[in-house]
């Protein structure tokens, strides 16, 4: 049943990650899906068919030229995120586009401008943010208990998980886990540290393990003769506020481990994972806090786009429902 509160939204590219934006949006109540497009037809009809969809096209232009539609979401190929998405907001409809937002600068940059020129709200999927070991990090570095946070390593990756398809491949997925899993440290990062501003950046990128190692069980198949992209990513960024992060991200690596990640301050330190931990001196003696957070009891509800509280906060932020801090703390401008 549709009210004129009803927000209507299209799902443009029906692959993977779309089944989540599609079974989020319909257990939202007042969320409509009206279209949905894929450059391969088959896979467009049988998602309409599958969330009720209306239409189903092969060209997302279609799809955008429905007046009705409030809202995309945007679900391509990293290398196919650009065009959709200004397409999209330049016809003025509200965008969620997955992560990460572009592998290149040139085309993020095109899709911030083509926001602020439509005056639409342009979100990126991270959904990190809204998981409880991040809000609650973030209320202890708002809360001053590490003082000043004066070095930062966010490490991310597994031992041996390369995965297969279209992420190894350059035209589409443009870089490998630096793209892939790195942006949501590096968000994550930004988002609790308050988007300081970077002034220099060394790095490097590996290709070393992806394109040598056969596959073993927790790879996802890959074909080494296939690898275009890297298996790993390091830089050291140094912020005009004086602070300095340690930045790594990798699909495979002989360790099990590369680090925790976390923060270092004047007054008291943040490990973020494996455990998230407050390092105080307290009481005369070096003291240790774990928050008990919140238990999640049914995991799909922690997946990307599901109901309460992730996709709900984003659709609303796409209807433009919430107030201008909410809006600030959602999108990527
Ligand atoms: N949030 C998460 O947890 C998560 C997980 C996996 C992937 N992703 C991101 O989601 C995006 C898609 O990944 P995926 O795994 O679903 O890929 P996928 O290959 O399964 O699906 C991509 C779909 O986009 C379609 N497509 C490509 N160009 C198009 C165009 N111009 N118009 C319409 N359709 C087009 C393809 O035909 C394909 O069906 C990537 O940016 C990826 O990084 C996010």
New binding site residues.
Partial sequence: MTSPSTVRVGI???????QSHGRAYQRIPGVEIVAV????EE?AQKAAELWGARHAFSD?RELLALPEIDAVSV????Q??R??VVDALMAGKHVLC???LAAKLEDALAMISAAKASGKILHT?F?QRWQPEVQTARRIVQSGQLGEIYYAQMIGGDRRRIPGG?FLRKDFAGAGPTV?IGCYDLDTFMFLTGDPRPVSVSGMISYHLGKSLPNVPTDWGHVPADVEVEDMGTAFVRFENGMVLHFMTYWAAHADSLGPSLLLGTKGGLQLSPKLTLFRDEFGVVTNVEPKLPVVQDPQRMH?LCPKPRSLSMLCALAARLPSTSKVFCTVN
């Fill in positions: 443009i590219g029906t692959g993977g990650i779309s497009a894929d450059i391969i896979r997302y679900c391509t190929f990293n196919a995120h065009a959709p997955e992560k990460p999927g959904w279209s892939d990307p």
